[in-house]
C-alpha cells in the first residue's frame, strides 16, 4: 500500500518555474516505478513523465521533454518533477502515481496508486 500527497503548485507566469513534489508512504515506495500525469478541463488524463523504480530509467512526454525532469530521492520517499518554460498548455492538475512496475510506466492505467492532485496554473 502506497499512499501520495503532491505539492507545489500554483500560479505562474509564462516562461516561470515549478517543482512539484510528491510524498509517498509505505513500504513499497522504493520498488515503485512513479508517474507524473495531467489533465486539463474538458480533456483526458495525459502522460507527462515517469522514472524506474531505481531512478536509472525517465521517461518524457513529447511535449515537455526539455523543459521537465523527473527525479526521485528514495531516502526521502519522495519524486519532483521540476518544470520549466512553462506554457499557458500546460496548465492542468497534475497527479503522481505509483505502481510496481518494470514496464509500460507510460500508461495510467499499469499504476496501482494515485494522489489526489495538485493544480499548476500557467498565465500568458
Known amino acids: 500500500q502506497v499512499q501520495l500527497v503532491e505539492s507545489g503548485g500554483g500560479l505562474v507566469q509564462a516562461g516561470g518555474s515549478l517543482r512539484l513534489s510528491c510524498a509517498a508512504s509505505g513500504r513499497t515506495f522504493k520498488r515503485s516505478a512513479m508517474g507524473w500525469f495531467r489533465q486539463a478541463p474538458g480533456k483526458e488524463r495525459e502522460f507527462v513523465a515517469a522514472i524506474s523504480w531505481s531512478g536509472s530509467s525517465t521517461y518524457y512526454a513529447n511535449s515537455v521533454r526539455g523543459r521537465f525532469t523527473i527525479s526521485r530521492d528514495n531516502a526521502k520517499d519522495t519524486v519532483y518533477l521540476q518544470m520549466n518554460s512553462l506554457k499557458p498548455e500546460d496548465t492542468a492538475v497534475y497527479y503522481c502515481?505509483?505502481?510496481?512496475?518494470?514496464?509500460?510506466?507510460?500508461?495510467?492505467?499499469?499504476?496501482?496508486?494515485w494522489g489526489q492532485g495538485t493544480q499548476v496554473t500557467v498565465s500568458s
Open positions: 502515481a505509483a505502481g510496481e512496475l518494470e514496464y509500460g510506466l507510460t500508461r495510467g492505467n499499469n499504476y496501482s496508486y
